[in-house]
């Protein structure tokens, strides 16, 4: 096919408002449904609804597809129809303090649980105390204490009357029992006494007491038993006080609780605890700290209230009955709020912690439900990938602090009892980091099963304008925005398919499209309407690009004022207006760039000096190696390629990448093989295959538009215009004013499928065909650029054979030399 010249209907806006059957979006029903992204709606149900280990979700889509609010908003639906997840409370070890308990309840009950031992231990208390005051207790107590006194009476009586025989007795000292001697009236002796006693007597008495020293200790050590006998039996006493009063309050609560098995352990444990530690509930501090100063009567209260804290219960995550099943979003998805944390605080210079400092991490509060992180967020988080995986593969939650998980000490901590995990797990990111993921980590297809992917477009047709109205309407009615006239989502529509550069298509980035109707809100307002018409959507556009595009302005400042070099008139030889894209992250731009060839004899063949100078990208050097791969197909069949080409863009002066430029880089060197000028009044953009075909290239409407408006700089004369390749037609939607010169023929846009079809453009003669017998059309472009091939190839022949017997000779010189050499060696 030839060149085609596109018209204005080929070109113009694709919607308007005879497209839409309405007022204004305030008569619509606003849309409830999520449109565009039917695949990811299907995985996204399918991955909620199977309940097998490893089928979580990976949402992957490109910013601004709605990837996160898509999926807050379908599980927001669906959520509420699912049961409440359990309520979960630690508890102190009884035998193990250093790891907590963890107990597990139905949706609400954790903080009745929580109350209710607080109640419990308030009567514990006052019951305790109470059941030590009482005269029964007094009178049990003193019986057993008559008991043991009187056994350690009689004990002492027998001893002593043994003693009494030896002329010893028992008398009680300040270090303890001692021996003295009795006189002669059988009372003990004084030192003076016995200090006037012969040395004789004196000696035997002491060996008397010497003998009597094992009877002395055996009795102490009876007093001993018996001693420890009266407080073991005490202690007995009020442990058996203690258990038949804290039975009566534990039995009723483990009723309450019987179908919870681990909460009745629980309260036996408990119970234990509080029989072992009594004296706790005994003690009558109010009365110890009567009398102290404010200062360290606090004190002393608080340290007498801490040593109940053991018996508090901690109500680490609850869900009310009947609020279905959370979902939570972590927006920093560190190790502890994902896993929850171990806080501290500073006691007399020491941090400690106990159960009751145990916080959830959004894993806790999601437990039963959906969890919804962002995969860059929670890649970039130390220690966070890692431990989510072995959560995942574990099906539980160990608390534990990030440095103890990553293998450093930490000194004293503690280790909760894992809870077990239920929740799916919903990551989002672009496709990139998913791809990466299953490439490089082996547990992640094992974990992510199921992936959602959100498409960055839509077919276009009446039902997806019908539902991109609907859209509107509900984007009005959630931000109190101005109703939208038919002809302003008309306008929506079309910035719509713009964004994605397809006349067939809508672009599903709806965050972009959202802040296009907030910004027209605001136009409109700003000038007094009371609804939103395509004036104030255009306006909204325009200014997006007045804020972003002071780039593009200084260099089209540059082509006016002459410092940046730009034909659009006249004709060159070995010189094209090539068309590139500028990206600056939030504005890309189209903008012509000179494209030039020089050729000449030599062997290096198409040399790219941007690739020389290590500014060429693999995309853009795979083009020009294309390039290359073409003009030997069609010009060197019978001939080796004697030339050396240079091609470059002019004034530039940073990194080139893509192919796009490749249909102009081959004009341009097809013009200087040919010696034909090119019209510079025309841009080319297209890539090309080693058959000579035009492919489409991305970025056609900034490219166009780019060109378009160095022509009105320059003054449109009604001559200029654009080559595009013919595939790209379907991506060409233009700016009202482009398409509006188009219309009066002040600017032009052409389409071809080969580059024969583009040179026949650019110079007005034929491109030529090769016959079967080689020989190229008569005065074509082909035929031009191939005589000069031949010609070059003929001098490169001459040349080789001219120098053919030099090089002989110097053969000959060199092997002559070594020969001499050699005989010379052998002679030695």
Same mark, same amino acid.
């Given at each position: 096919?030839?060149?085609h010249?596109l018209?204005?209907?080929?070109?113009g806006?694709?919607?308007?408002?005879?497209?839409?059957?309405f007022?204004t979006t305030r008569?619509?029903q606003?849309l409830?449904?999520i449109?565009g992204?039917?695949r990811?709606v299907r995985?996204?149900?399918?991955?909620?609804a199977?309940?097998?280990?490893?089928?979580?979700i990976?949402?992957?889509g490109?910013p601004?597809t709605?990837?996160? &609010?898509?999926?807050?908003?379908?599980?927001a639906e669906?959520?509420?129809r699912?049961?409440?997840?359990s309520?979960w409370?630690?508890?102190?070890n009884?035998?193990?303090?250093?790891q907590p308990?963890?107990?597990e309840?139905?949706?609400g009950?954790?903080?009745?649980?929580a109350a209710?031992?607080?109640?419990l231990?308030v009567?514990?208390?006052?019951?305790i105390r109470k059941a030590?005051?009482?005269e029964q207790y007094n009178?049990?107590?003193?019986?057993v204490a008559s008991?043991v006194?009187?056994?350690r009476?009689?004990l002492?009586?027998r001893i002593?009357?043994?003693?009494?025989?030896?002329g010893?007795?028992?008398?009680?000292t300040?270090v303890?029992?001692?021996?003295?001697?009795l006189? +002669?009236?059988?009372?003990?002796?004084?030192r003076?006494?016995?200090?006037?006693?012969?040395?004789e007597?004196?000696?035997?008495i002491q060996q008397?007491?010497?003998?009597?020293q094992a009877q002395l200790?055996?009795?102490?050590h009876?007093?001993?038993?018996?001693?420890?006998?009266?407080?073991?039996?005490?202690?007995?006493l009020?442990?058996e006080?203690t258990r038949k009063?804290?039975?009566?309050?534990?039995?009723e609560?483990?009723?309450?609780y019987?179908k919870?098995?681990?909460?009745c352990?629980y309260?036996?444990?408990?119970?234990?605890?509080v029989?072992?530690?009594?004296e706790?509930f005994?003690e009558?501090?109010?009365?110890?700290e009567q009398?102290l100063?404010a200062f360290?009567?606090?004190q002393?209260?608080?340290k007498?209230?801490?040593?109940?804290d053991?018996y508090?219960v901690?109500v680490?995550?609850?869900?009310?009955p009947?609020?279905?099943?959370p979902v939570?979003y972590?927006p920093n998805?560190t190790h502890?709020n994902?896993?929850?944390?171990i806080?501290?605080?500073?006691v007399l210079?020491?941090?400690?912690t106990?159960?009751?400092?145990?916080?959830p991490?959004a894993?806790?509060?999601?437990?039963g439900?959906y969890?919804v992180?962002s995969?860059m967020?929670l890649l970039v988080?130390?220690?966070?990938?890692d431990a989510?995986?072995r959560?995942i593969?574990?099906?539980s939650?160990?608390?534990?602090?990030?440095?103890t &998980?990553?293998?450093?000490a930490?000194g004293?901590?503690l280790?909760?009892?894992p809870i077990?995990?239920?929740?799916?797990i919903?990551?989002?990111g672009n496709p990139?980091?998913?791809?990466?993921?299953?490439?490089l980590?082996?547990?992640f297809r094992?974990?992510?099963?199921?992936?959602a992917e959100?498409?960055?477009?839509m077919e276009?047709?009446?039902?997806?304008?019908r539902?991109?109205?609907a859209?509107?309407?509900?984007?009005a009615e959630?931000?109190?925005l101005?109703?939208?006239?038919?002809?302003a989502v008309?306008a929506v529509?079309?910035?719509?398919s713009?964004l994605?550069?397809?006349?067939q298509r809508i672009?599903?980035q709806f965050?972009r499209?959202?802040d296009?109707?907030?910004e027209a809100?605001?136009?409109a307002r !700003?000038?007094?309407?009371?609804?939103i018409?395509?004036?104030s959507v255009q306006?909204?556009v325009?200014?997006?690009?007045?804020r972003s595009?002071?780039?593009? !302005?200084k260099l089209?400042?540059?082509?006016r004022?002459?410092?940046?070099?730009i +034909?659009?008139?006249?004709r060159r030889?070995g010189?094209?207006?090539g068309?590139v894209?500028?990206q600056?992250g939030?504005?890309?731009?189209?903008?012509?760039?000179r494209?030039?060839a020089?050729?000449?004899?030599?062997t290096a063949?198409?040399?790219h000096i941007e690739?020389?100078?290590?500014?060429?990208?693999?995309i853009?050097?795979?083009g020009?190696?294309?390039?290359?791969g073409l003009l030997?197909?069609?010009?060197c069949q019978d001939?080796?390629?004697?030339l050396s080409a240079?091609?470059t863009f002019?004034?530039s002066?940073g990194?080139v990448?893509?192919?796009?430029a490749s249909?102009?880089e081959?004009?341009?060197l097809?013009?200087?093989l040919?010696d034909?000028p090119?019209?510079?009044?025309?841009?080319v953009t297209?890539?090309i295959?080693?058959?000579?075909?035009l492919?489409?290239?991305?970025?056609?409407?900034?490219?166009?538009?780019?060109?378009f408006?160095i022509?009105r700089i320059?003054g449109?004369a009604?001559r200029q215009?654009?080559l595009?390749p013919?595939?790209?037609?379907?991506?060409?939607v233009?700016?009202k004013?482009?398409a509006?010169?188009?219309k009066?023929?002040k600017?032009?846009v052409?389409?071809?499928?080969t580059v024969?079809?583009g040179?026949?453009?650019l110079t007005g003669?034929k491109a030529g065909?090769r016959?079967k017998?080689?020989?190229?059309?008569?005065?074509?472009?082909?035929?031009k650029?191939?005589?000069r091939l031949?010609?070059y190839?003929?001098?490169?022949?001459?040349?080789?054979?001219?120098?053919a017997p030099q090089e002989?000779?110097?053969k000959?010189k060199?092997?002559?030399?070594a020969?001499?050499?050699?005989?010379?060696a052998?002679?030695?």
């Amino acid at each position: 096919m030839a060149v085609h010249e596109l018209t204005h209907r080929q070109l113009g806006a694709l919607s308007s408002d005879k497209d839409f059957g309405f007022k204004t979006t305030r008569s619509l029903q606003p849309l409830r449904e999520i449109i565009g992204q039917d695949r990811a709606v299907r995985a996204l149900e399918f991955g909620l609804a199977i309940r097998s280990l490893g089928y979580n979700i990976f949402a992957a889509g490109y910013p601004g597809t709605g990837r996160r &609010s898509v999926v807050t908003r379908f599980l927001a639906e669906r959520t509420g129809r699912e049961p409440s997840p359990s309520d979960w409370c630690y508890v102190h070890n009884f035998q193990q303090a250093d790891q907590p308990v963890a107990l597990e309840f139905d949706p609400g009950l954790g903080p009745r649980f929580a109350a209710d031992v607080e109640k419990l231990m308030v009567e514990l208390r006052h019951d305790i105390r109470k059941a030590f005051e009482t005269e029964q207790y007094n009178q049990q107590k003193n019986d057993v204490a008559s008991q043991v006194r009187r056994q350690r009476d009689s004990l002492q009586q027998r001893i002593g009357e043994r003693l009494r025989t030896e002329g010893l007795a028992m008398q009680q000292t300040p270090v303890g029992i001692g021996l003295v001697p009795l006189n +002669d009236k059988g009372e003990p002796m004084n030192r003076e006494d016995f200090a006037a006693l012969s040395e004789e007597r004196q000696q035997a008495i002491q060996q008397k007491q010497e003998a009597a020293q094992a009877q002395l200790e055996l009795l102490v050590h009876q007093l001993r038993q018996l001693d420890a006998e009266l407080r073991e039996r005490v202690r007995d006493l009020d442990a058996e006080i203690t258990r038949k009063v804290a039975e009566l309050r534990l039995k009723e609560l483990c009723r309450r609780y019987q179908k919870f098995p681990r909460v009745c352990d629980y309260l036996k444990g408990l119970l234990e605890d509080v029989v072992r530690n009594v004296e706790l509930f005994r003690e009558g501090g109010e009365q110890q700290e009567q009398g102290l100063p404010a200062f360290l009567a606090g004190q002393a209260a608080e340290k007498r209230e801490g040593k109940f804290d053991r018996y508090k219960v901690n109500v680490f995550v609850t869900n009310a009955p009947r609020a279905g099943a959370p979902v939570v979003y972590e927006p920093n998805p560190t190790h502890p709020n994902l896993f929850g944390r171990i806080e501290r605080r500073y006691v007399l210079g020491a941090m400690v912690t106990d159960f009751a400092m145990l916080k959830p991490g959004a894993l806790h509060r999601a437990n039963g439900g959906y969890l919804v992180l962002s995969a860059m967020d929670l890649l970039v988080r130390s220690g966070s990938w890692d431990a989510l995986k072995r959560a995942i593969e574990s099906s539980s939650v160990q608390m534990e602090d990030l440095f103890t &998980s990553l293998g450093y000490a930490y000194g004293e901590t503690l280790r909760p009892e894992p809870i077990p995990l239920r929740t799916k797990i919903i990551l989002y990111g672009n496709p990139l980091i998913y791809h990466l993921l299953y490439m490089l980590d082996e547990d992640f297809r094992n974990l992510f099963k199921v992936k959602a992917e959100f498409g960055l477009d839509m077919e276009r047709s009446g039902r997806s304008l019908r539902l991109l109205a609907a859209f509107v309407a509900r984007q009005a009615e959630e931000h109190q925005l101005l109703p939208f006239e038919p002809a302003a989502v008309a306008a929506v529509a079309n910035y719509a398919s713009r964004l994605i550069e397809d006349r067939q298509r809508i672009s599903t980035q709806f965050t972009r499209v959202t802040d296009v109707l907030s910004e027209a809100d605001h136009w409109a307002r !700003e000038a007094g309407a009371r609804t939103i018409s395509a004036h104030s959507v255009q306006r909204a556009v325009e200014e997006r690009t007045y804020r972003s595009n002071l780039v593009e !302005e200084k260099l089209q400042e540059a082509v006016r004022r002459g410092s940046l070099f730009i +034909d659009a008139r006249g004709r060159r030889t070995g010189q094209v207006n090539g068309l590139v894209i500028h990206q600056l992250g939030d504005y890309d731009f189209g903008l012509p760039v000179r494209v030039t060839a020089a050729v000449h004899l030599g062997t290096a063949g198409v040399v790219h000096i941007e690739r020389r100078a290590e500014l060429s990208g693999p995309i853009h050097t795979k083009g020009v190696e294309i390039l290359a791969g073409l003009l030997g197909e069609r010009f060197c069949q019978d001939r080796p390629l004697a030339l050396s080409a240079s091609l470059t863009f002019e004034q530039s002066y940073g990194g080139v990448e893509g192919d796009s430029a490749s249909a102009a880089e081959y004009f341009a060197l097809l013009s200087a093989l040919a010696d034909v000028p090119i019209n510079q009044s025309i841009a080319v953009t297209g890539s090309i295959n080693q058959k000579g075909d035009l492919q489409p290239i991305g970025g056609v409407s900034k490219k166009v538009e780019g060109f378009f408006d160095i022509c009105r700089i320059k003054g449109l004369a009604g001559r200029q215009g654009v080559l595009i390749p013919r595939a790209n037609l379907k991506n060409l939607v233009l700016r009202k004013d482009v398409a509006e010169a188009v219309k009066r023929k002040k600017f032009h846009v052409w389409v071809a499928d080969t580059v024969d079809d583009g040179i026949e453009l650019l110079t007005g003669l034929k491109a030529g065909r090769r016959n079967k017998k080689g020989k190229w059309t008569p005065g074509s472009v082909g035929q031009k650029a191939d005589a000069r091939l031949q010609g070059y190839a003929e001098k490169a022949k001459a040349f080789a054979a001219e120098a053919a017997p030099q090089e002989r000779d110097k053969k000959k010189k060199a092997g002559c030399g070594a020969s001499r050499t050699r005989k010379k060696a052998t002679r030695r």
